[in-house]
């Protein structure tokens, strides 16, 4: 009891199909749904378990007077061991997300959360306003005013108005976290009519993935990759499980986001000096070659004692550490999506030798490429 309409909802039905394959003797109910459909279990259906997003007091009843084993996959309820939630980590979304920003170094962050009638909680606000401000910087946060229809636009269409000035008024440059690609294309769409340039004057990064809406926009839309086919794989197993008579656990399984899927929404800087932007952009276009900062310096036209001062002044980090941070990041994604042999695999990263690239992984990231590799297909197969 999935809705389709999304790719994050796709994406865990994605999950769920792997797990049905790999188990074998599992018959699949599902129909097409909308996002703001209420979901119900067909009266002729006799089934023995349910898999949704429990989200309505009636697919709630409809459950119970079955008395069948279910799994939420949804963050609107608690976790209970009758309706045990298998979930993306608020708290680690919001952490990457809030950490995406500060680490370009904007001063200002803002935030755009689910509208009040979705009854998601604060976990992820928290969470972002933790890290942005450990880090020095501001957090803006829109306040919806309490009025707002369950309309399309996840509430927005009722506060366009409101949401337009709010980013006019905002402090530039500012990276946008929003919670979901429809909003994210709805501010990116607001900015384009008020001639605010997206990125270089407002970046914006959804909480969700959903490529469709990310073409749809005027800017391609930077997300976090919530790792929603684990999420539909592991609630499998675990409704497998509960057929069988074992008990729910007795915390929620929450599955950490996977990283940044970064597009042009968010390619900026919010760090207040020519140089060091320049120099961060000439490392992000070529951190795949193997590049040396005398080529930066180079490229920026200063002298290697200029660049340090200034990443020491606006960064807090050196050339040198961002470029190895750059590199070790496009390394985790091959790490975690490809089967790309090591040496390959520091090639396209701007290593010269695997050993250094495994040196500075392991230095970087706490494991060595291969435990890297296993622990992320661990999780995402959920074995």
Known sequence: MVQTATEWSRDVLRGVADFANE??????????????DVLQIPKDWQGHGVIGRLTHASLLRSIAARKIPAVNVSWTRTHSQRYPNVVSDQRACGQMAGQH???????????????????????MEEEIRRVVESEGSRLHVFHFSGNSQIVNEHGLRSESYELQRWLLELPK?????????????????????????????????????????????????????????????????LLEAMIQGKPAPKEPIEIPPHGVIARRSSDATGFQDDVVTAAIKY??????????????????????????????????????????????????????????????IAYRCGFNHAESFIRCFKRTMGHVPSQFRRKKRHDASGS
């Open 283 to 344: 490392i992000r276009d070529h951190a795949d070659e193997p590049i040396r900062i005398s080529d930066v310096e180079k490229a920026v036209s200063v002298s290697r004692r200029v660049l340090e001062n200034r990443f020491e002044r606006h960064v807090g980090r050196s050339p040198a550490d961002i470029l190895r941070r750059v590199r070790i990041e496009r390394a985790a994604v091959l790490l975690r999506e490809t089967d790309l042999p090591m040496p390959e």
């Open 173 to 237: 440059p500012i990276g946008v976290i929003a919670w979901s690609a429809m909003v994210g294309r709805t501010v990116i769409t607001h900015c384009a009519n008020a001639t605010i340039e997206v990125p270089d004057d407002l970046a914006v990064l959804c909480i969700e993935d959903d490529a469709l809406m990310s073409a749809l926009a005027p800017v391609e839309i930077s997300s976090l990759d919530q790792a929603g086919r684990t999420v539909g794989y592991r609630a499998a197993e």
């Open 23 to 36: 188990q074998g003797g599992w018959d699949c109910f599902i129909e097409p749904h909308g996002f703001w």
């Open 101 to 123: 920003f500060v680490d370009r170094g904007f001063r200002d962050v803002a935030f755009i959360g689910a509208a009040p009638h979705m009854r998601y909680g604060t976990f």
